[in-house]
Each structure stands twice: as structure tokens, then as C-alpha cells.
């Protein structure tokens, strides 16, 4: 087997360090190994993929797995206005910066294609409008911490998103 290779190549060069064909031995068989382990796990998610390719969700749980990102973190701070901020102890502050960042992105979006915000003569009810840049936006809408708790809490349990 091509690690045990390896490996006795290994201890050979360990043993004497100076010897510059030992070296070369090792190095050729450890690229060689390399180059095997990249084969078999190139064959090992292709052969993944072609059973799994009616499921979109799997395909992409196996890709982000293949590389590597399927590692969740937590978020413990966040950087406010230059100010670290604990998740954990002000909770509060957190979810209203979340809020103010996802309330500013359709603002952002429609300046960024040089549409208008509203334009509260055109109405609300006809796809026309859409069509012509007119976006119906919530005015005074807030969310708070808990009704963002309350939405949680009321999410049903399922793997599909």
C-alpha cells in the first residue's frame, strides 16, 4: 500500500537526514500518495453526486462538505458603529442592527439599479408596477426582540428549507 510506502521512506530519510536520494524517494512517494488521495476523493463525491442529483439539497450538502464549509459557527460579537458588542449581553442592540441592516437593503438595491423608493401615485395593486420600479415598502414597521423570538419559536422543525 502506497502510505506504508510512505511511511517506510520516511524512517529510511529520518535515519540519515543528509542522504539527498532519500529525500527524493520520500518526496516522490508522498506526491504520489497525494496525488491518489485527491483521485479516490474526486471518485468518492462524483459517485456521490450521480446518486444523490435528483436531491438538491443533498448535492449541496455534499459539495459544501467536499470543501470543506459545512463547519457552522456562532456568532459571540459583532462590531457596532466600532464598538464590539456580546451577543450574549446585549442582545437587544444586536437584533436592532440586524433589523437596520436588512431594512436598508432594498433601499440600497433600488438606488444601486436607479430605481425610485415608492411612488405612492402609482398604487399598489397592478403587476404594472413592478414592472415600472415601483417596490410597496412598510412604513413605521419595527420588529422587535420578541417578536423575532415568537417567529423562532413559531418555526416548524424540518430539514428542507
Excluded at 115 to 131: I, L, Q, W
Aim: net charge positive.
Amino acid at each position: 500500500m502506497l502510505i506504508d510506502k510512505k511511511s517506510q521512506a520516511y524512517q529510511r530519510y529520518r535515519q540519515r537526514r543528509n542522504d539527498s536520494i532519500l529525500k527524493a524517494d520520500f518526496k516522490l512517494i508522498s506526491a504520489k500518495l497525494k496525488k491518489e488521495i485527491r483521485r479516490a476523493k474526486v471518485k468518492y463525491y462524483s459517485e456521490l453526486l450521480d446518486e444523490n442529483y435528483l436531491d438538491s439539497k443533498k448535492c449541496w450538502n455534499i459539495i459544501n462538505n467536499a470543501r470543506g464549509k459545512n463547519v457552522r459557527e456562532d456568532i459571540k460579537n459583532i462590531e457596532i458603529e466600532g464598538e464590539v458588542i456580546s451577543v450574549e449581553n446585549n442582545a437587544e442592540k444586536v437584533v436592532e442592527e440586524f433589523n437596520k441592516f436588512f431594512n436598508s437593503i432594498t433601499e440600497k438595491l433600488l438606488k444601486k439599479e436607479g430605481m425610485e423608493k415608492r411612488d405612492s401615485e402609482r398604487g399598489c395593486n397592478t403587476s404594472n408596477n413592478v414592472s415600472q420600479g415601483y417596490v410597496p415598502t412598510l412604513d413605521g414597521f419595527r420588529l422587535t426582540v420578541g417578536d423575532v423570538e415568537r417567529a423562532i419559536k413559531n418555526l416548524k422543525n424540518r430539514a428542507s428549507v
